[in-house]
Structures are given as C-alpha cells and as structure tokens.
C-alpha cells in the first residue's frame, strides 16, 4: 500500500478510526472467518431472506454462540438478544464480543462503513489510566463544595497546560491523534519499518487493534461534540 492509501484517514471519523483498528485485529479476523463459515452453512441448509426457515434455523445449535472453542459472554458485555433458553444468536454474540450492536463486518471490506453500519455500543469503563494523565484530587464533604470545585478545575486546566507544553495531547481528540494513529495502520500493514524509533509505537498499534479501540470511542467526535 502507498501513501495515498492512508489518504482516507484525514476524514475518518471517531467510529471509523475504532474500526480500522478493529479490522485489523487478528483475534477479530479469525472470529470473523469461524463466524461467516458458520452463518453460509445454515443459509445453505436453510435458505436466505425472504426465504429462511427461520423455525428449522433457530433449533439448530450452531445459530447460537459461543464460536466453538470460545467462552459465554457475561454481563458486561449489555444487552444480548437472546433466542429460546436463553441462547444468544450467533451474530449477537460476535458484536457483542467485539463491541457493536449491528451485524458483523467484513474486516477484508474495502467500502469504509457507514455510521449505521458500525452502531458501536457504549465503550465499558477505561480499566485503567495512563499514569501520564492521572490527576488525584481529593475533597472534604464536611466543607462546602462549590470552592473545592473551582480548585479543582483550575488543578485540572493546570496539569493539561502543563502536559501540551510537554508536548502530549490533553485532552486526546481525533484530530490530535490522527497522524499517530496513521501511523500506527501503516506498521500495522507493513509499509512502515518497525524500527528502534517506532517499535514501542508498534506494540501499542497491536494493543490498539486488540482492544484499544474502544478507547477511540470514549472520545468526543469529531464535528459532534458527542462523547
């Protein structure tokens, strides 16, 4: 792939760039292709919309998850769409493991998705904070609230301050991270050379591709204002 390949990213939006890395997950490749063999087997035994058996489909074990070899999705995972017993339909279960609501994607698709076809469900919280961007500020609920806010904020709007003149984006916006992201697809597709300068650079593209990629959604969209 060339440059001009990666000229898309200039416009991506939040949920693309969460995909892009999505899609080039090898844990997601892998699921993607048990999946899709999975769902052509039952179209071929029982036909395709308009035409599905949809009674004969539904009392066959393999319409429903886990993939085999994988584990039951628990709670965290919100809101499954559950058949008899209890069962979760296969494709429920594949976006629910990976974070969205709508139909699996192709990840080898070259057609960018649109908004609706992605429909990410809310990210789960951050497990953890980069301790570069922990603050700790502790208050005293038996003196009154509205002084200890205002010192928070300025403690706040402070360290951010202080963290852009050491040249880290504070707070992370798709706009900011966008060259470093590209970069992160180009080692992530080989056409950028994982040399001693950008190895760890690498590491965190895979992590990015693994699961990072819900941290692109806990930030505003661009052009939305919405978190």
Partial sequence: MTADAYACCETLTRDQWAWAFLRRSPGYQADYRQFIALWHAL?????????R??????????AYGPLPGDTELTAASGELCAGDDDH?????????????YKFPLDPDRIALPSPDELSWR???PAPCIDETYRLEIGFDLSLPLPPQLDAAKFRLIGRAAELRRQGLAA???V?????RWTRMLR???GTASPDAENSGLLREAQAMADH???DILRLADAGTGTK
Wanted: hydrophobic letters at 35%; proline letters at 14%; a positive charge.
């Fill in 43 to 51: 179209e071929a035994d029982y036909g395709m919309p308009p035409h």
């Fill in 53 to 62: 058996d949809f009674q004969r489909w539904k009392r066959d074990p393999r």
């Fill in 88 to 100: 979760v339909l296969l494709e429920c279960w594949m976006g629910a493991k990976w974070g969205f």
């Fill in 122 to 124: 809310p990210p789960p």
């Fill in 171 to 173: 707070p992370k916006t």
């Fill in 175 to 179: 706009a900011n991270q966008r060259a």
């Fill in 187 to 189: 080692l992530l597709d």
């Fill in 212 to 214: 990072g990629y819900l």
